[in-house]
């Protein structure tokens, strides 16, 4: 077993050869510069350009819009082997992959997805997915951004926070209500592009970790955009973002995976330069670790699978976002517990993952949605 | 068995927990923040006799209990937990064992300018090879005349770049083990004696934690604490009494997560309702509520213990240590699942109370130590 990985037999030998060039490139251009892209706040946009070459912003996406050609399996696996070294460069992969093109390439009209989706792909354009508000979180269906059709425009009026990319994206998927009282059966959901008059980001949030990842408020003040820019059918937007966070939830799972995977990563090797193998108390904190990277990585895996098979993800995604996030609290609090002090400071990278690593059971459906999703998946509503 | 404090306790708890509202909850951002150490709160602290609790009357101290100094230290800790944590490594790892082991002439000599807080204390046992393994440490002391010469580094040492008075722990005796260490009181003036760097670490962030340097430090004999080769003896007692005050330091930042995750989730509100109308939110703050309630307990029974004079009580520091920090995690986290979005931005103080939790479970030995001590106690 190489540096604590536990292969899985839902793995094979292509994407684990994937898997090798992904961690090749992470090693060489994200290793190097993740700590300080930490310290001073700075976004990756190096990185990105060097992904971009690869199209890997878009690696699920076919090459006839400009993606990778691969599948989500595959895509999965490289938001592991990006989170494994940066939760920051994981979730900024994430947010534009499964957040941004994921949503135009599933529900977007042909112009659309050949518009905006190859210049995501390549990273030449960011994006990010204004769902969230400052009253609508769990309530998403919430949404007091309101849409009006005048003179044969959209006329967008609210704000959005909390939006992973916002600062910087050029291309902004968003969702807003027609008609309050219809609840969710009013949204739309909608695609805007940066400079459009109305529409400023603003703000860059003061975060606990993922402090490279940029986090921004949207305004929109009677930002007009033209009816082409709706995303499938008017008041249907609910339905492209409940599909969308079905699949999110996978892409947020394997960031908690690979943060754990990462914070496993330093443990063993903490224990084998204090020559700490011995001590049964670091043996049993090792031991469940490992064990619960494993079974996380099983669960992503399998949800990704599924999804790639074209089957109904909300289940197993729910399942495998809320146990791999909670994973990976506990194995980057185990990490710091087995450095004691020097676990705090900077020198090794586990509080670092510590920070990061909260975030996963509060994005994208807090682990408390997930278990009333999983819930009435069984249950029923 | 009396479960509810006395008018005397409930009166310091009062008072403590009205001046952390007041004057630490506001500065406890910001002092995170710039992590300079908080002189102000210190000294009006030590107006109100904060500093000085446990340092007997007659060298200028309140003369009162554990128990009381558990109270105070939870209450501060509630408002901010650095501060906190600087009033009792003050106290209970420096004044403490010149109380209890220092002779007459150091107690004169120590004791008032501690109360006073003139000076800040500190300790200094943890080196960078000998954490969990103080007996290991290499931080030597060599009787040359009329002085001790003290050579090596420390490491961790809360209060290290502010405090004038320290406890320092230094081997006269390597082949001896752990019966060959001594402990020593060092002023910062001694020569050879200096500060190193300042650590930069995730939470308590404003505890000046930093190495401290010595390099032919000149320590006069008479400034040996207790007998040659009673160090670790000192160090561990000092240790298992230190136990109590982090355990209530624990439970203060616990407490400070359960009130927020109580206020937060009557204001917000989601699918029209407050979330405290939820019952996933309701089994949160019953939990956190109960682990605090047990901890506090624990904290209370062995600070009782100890003002009763019971002699042992390392299991039950352990134990109160151990789920005191247990429970201040489960908090927190949790505090931060109520505020949701909002939990992880810095402005609202639970990422603070996060960060700040960890650091307790860690110093003075993490969660796994605590067990040994406790199993330890058990099989003797």
Redesign the interface.
Known sequence: MQEGRIISAMSDNEHERFREEVREFVIEHVVPKAADLETNEEFPWDIIREMGKKRWLGIPVSQEYGGAGLDNFSYIIAVEEFSRVSGSMGITLAAQTSLVIWPLYSHGDEIQKQKYIPSLANGEHMGCFGL?EN?A???AG?TETMVALEDGYYVINGSK??ITNGTYADTIILTASHDRSMGTHGISAFVIEKGTAGFTAVGK?????LRASDTAELLFEDCKIPRENLIGEEKKGFRVFMDTLDGGRISIGALALGEAQGALDAAIQYAQDHELKKSQ?VQN?IADMIIEVSAARHMIYHAARLKDQKLRVTLEGAMAKCFASEAA?RVS?KA??LM???????RFPV?QI??DA??N???EG???IQ??VIARQVLGR | MNFTLDSNEKLIQEMVREFAVNELEPMAEEIDRSCEFPWANIKKLAELGLMSMIIPEEFGGGGMDFLSLSIAIEEISRGCASTGVIVAVHQSLCAYPIIKFGNESQKKKYLPIMAKTEQIGAFGL?EPNA??DPAAMETTARLDGDHYILNGSK??ITNGGEAGIFIVFATTDKSLGHKGVSAFIVEKDFPGFSVGKH?????LRATSNCELQFDDCKVPKENLLGDEGQGFKIALHTIDTSRIDIGAQAVGISQAALEASVKYSKER????KPICEYE??QAKLAEMATRIDGARLLVYRVACMKDEGVQRFSKEAAMAKYAASEAS?YCV?EA??VY??Y?????YPV?RY??DA??M???EG???IQK?VIARSLLA
């Open positions: 969230t009253n979180g769990s309530d919430g926070r909390f949030e003061d975060k606990l970790g108390m904190e609290m609090s710091m517990n004691g002090m020097e676990g705090l400071t900077k509080e510590f920070r909260k975030l059971e509060i994005g807090t682990s408390e278990r009333i | 943890t954490g969990s490491r961790f650590e930069d670490l995730l939470g509100k989601t699918f029209g996933m939110i995690m986290r931060i699942q949701g979005g939990g992880y931005t810095k402005d990422e996060y960060r960890k650091c479970e860690i110093y993490t969660t796994e040994i």
